[in-house]
């Protein structure tokens, strides 16, 4: 592999890390400022939001939602979350029905106080990645190996200058007179 090849390698490797960096960081941002990203587990809501796609959900205090709005709650049932459109609004009960836009029933009626929000975004096939750093082997293919090869080649630059010969200038017989 030759010195340019190896600058190149080096560049991407940095930016490929840079990149998960920032997208971290940006999720990050917006989980602590507005609410929170969940990854979609099944295709209920096909074809506006598939499975592995990602959604952001505000955290409203005091939300009190419409027909038509998606939503995130925590399933009285079984307590997976689940992210379905708002098809009734009882105020008198404070509860809603949602449905899921691919499924031909609706849930069973929910606090509205159990909600944790409305969706504000989707990010097609992001949950998928997000995934990946719920798995310790996937953190390590993510962030130790770009750092072990970062590490090498700096290593392999140090072997070189330290390889080359050094010169030293004497002093000259008749330079000391």
Request: proline content about 7%.
């Amino acid at each position: 592999m030759g010195h340019d090849q190896r600058r190149v390698s080096a560049v991407l490797v940095l930016v490929t890390a840079a990149t998960v960096v920032v997208t971290a960081l940006v999720i990050a941002a917006y989980v602590l400022r507005h609410g929170a990203v969940l990854t979609v587990q099944s295709d209920s809501m096909s074809p506006l939001i598939r499975r592995g796609d990602a959604v952001f959900v505000r955290d409203v205090p005091d939300y009190i939602p419409s027909v038509g709005d998606i939503v995130s709650y925590r399933s009285p049932i079984d307590g997976r979350l689940i992210t379905h459109r708002v098809m009734l609004v009882t105020a008198s009960a404070r509860t809603v029905v949602t449905k899921g836009d691919n499924l031909q029933t609706n849930d069973p009626a929910v606090p509205i106080a159990e909600l944790k929000g409305p969706v504000s975004a989707v990010l097609p096939l992001a949950g998928k990645g997000l995934d990946l750093f719920r798995h310790p082997i996937s953190i390590a293919v993510l962030v130790y190996t770009p750092a072990v090869l970062l590490c090498t080649s700096e290593v392999q630059k140090l072997a070189a200058h330290y390889r080359r010969p050094v010169y030293q200038l004497i002093p000259s017989a008749r330079n000391s007179v």
